[in-house]
């Protein structure tokens, strides 16, 4: 459905029950006692057709996110809960309640690493032959669109900028495992919908063949822009190859099964400082790029594990060389455990 058409759908259907409001919150504002942690949600919450709106919020709440409210399951391949439990995996992107640093960045996380304090962001479409715009509504917008409490947020970024000024990068990523939880499963679950949902729109938007492309190859596309956002864009070799030859229609070129083009755009990707950083991760997302992967993903693999050589971590020695911090290169970063204990738990840093 073009974006146009879904923008529509989205305010004629889902401005009847309108989101809770939000606008970028600061870290400023006063804390109050957090969200206790529940059960996770129900199938039906993360599997339904569309997305699903909850009430209470005027309409800039929406603005950025107003289309991925209207995204359709059968717009894709492959299934969106099976997208959003790849993930939930700690090989991708992990599972944390509370709000945790981007181990490059500094910057706040939470769930299956969503980012709680983007603005909104212009994205220009500079692909002549591909019609779908990027999608990049802030944090706040996108926390509203999946029906949260905009409140709750500014509390989990004004406790979270309390505890960073309090502690060292090392000594918070050491406390992570027993930060109380701050949002529950089912909430959680909802951030992760939205921000699954928006990365295939951008997916999208970057490749011209998507709607062409099979299933495994879809989610591989969505998967990179979830991790990587905007930063994708860096990869032009590997976007030039994925789109070379395609039409504006994407029926044609690098959609047409052909092996040897689709063993190049994977090498684009072997070869980059990413898949050595994220060696087991990028084995199973490289693969799924394989047009022959659903018939054999174990062997699709094993051939991209065979070359895929892990990045050389320099120890510091005697010319003092820096040690490389793997989980440094990326829009997320590396997942710990989730959280189980209490927040603030008196352990000597």
Not at 24 to 38: E, F, K, N, Y
Not at 226 to 252: D, K, P
Not at 319 to 346: F, I, W
Request: aromatic share 6%; hydrophobic share 45%; net charge positive.
């Amino acid at each position: 459905m073009p974006i146009f058409l879904r923008f529509i759908t989205a305010a004629l259907v889902g401005f009847g029950p309108i989101l809770v409001a939000g606008a970028q919150a600061l870290p400023d504002v006063p804390a109050s006692a957090p969200v206790a942690a529940t059960g996770p949600a129900s199938a039906a919450s993360v599997d339904s057709d569309a997305a699903k709106p909850t009430a209470g919020a005027p309409d800039q709440a929406l603005s950025g996110a107003a289309e991925l409210l209207a995204f359709r399951a059968s717009e894709v391949k492959f299934s969106l809960p099976d997208l959003m439990e790849t993930l939930r995996d700690r090989r991708h992107e992990g599972w944390v309640l509370a709000a945790y640093p981007d181990p490059k960045t500094g910057r706040p996380l939470i769930g299956a690493g969503f980012s709680l304090d983007l603005p909104e962001r212009e994205h220009a479409q500079t692909d002549p032959l591909n019609p779908h715009p990027f999608v990049e509504p802030s944090s706040a917008q996108l926390w509203a669109a999946a029906g949260l409490d905009p409140e709750n947020l500014k509390t989990i970024l004004s406790t979270f900028a309390d505890e960073r000024a309090r502690w060292k990068p090392r000594v918070f990523r050491r406390k992570i495992a027993g930060l109380d939880p701050e949002i529950t499963d089912a909430q959680a679950d909802a951030l992760l919908r939205i921000a699954a949902i928006q990365a295939i729109e951008n997916a999208r938007a970057y490749c011209r063949s998507f709607d062409a492309m099979t299933a495994s190859q879809q989610m591989a596309m969505s998967q990179l822009v979830y991790q990587m956002g905007v930063n994708l864009e860096e990869f032009s070799q590997f976007l030039g190859l994925v789109n070379s030859g395609a039409s504006a229609g994407g029926t044609e070129g690098a959609v047409s099964g052909d092996q040897p083009h689709w063993q190049a755009v994977q090498q684009s990707l072997i070869q980059s400082q990413w898949a050595r950083l994220y060696r087991t991760r990028a084995i199973a997302v490289i693969a799924m790029l394989d047009p022959q992967y659903a018939d054999m993903p174990n062997t699709a693999e094993q051939r991209i594990a065979a070359t895929l050589r892990p990045a050389l971590q320099h120890r510091r020695g005697r010319r003092g060389a820096p040690s490389l911090e793997v989980a440094s290169y990326s829009k997320h970063g590396a997942r710990p455990l989730r959280p189980a204990n209490r927040r603030g738990a008196k352990k000597k840093a």
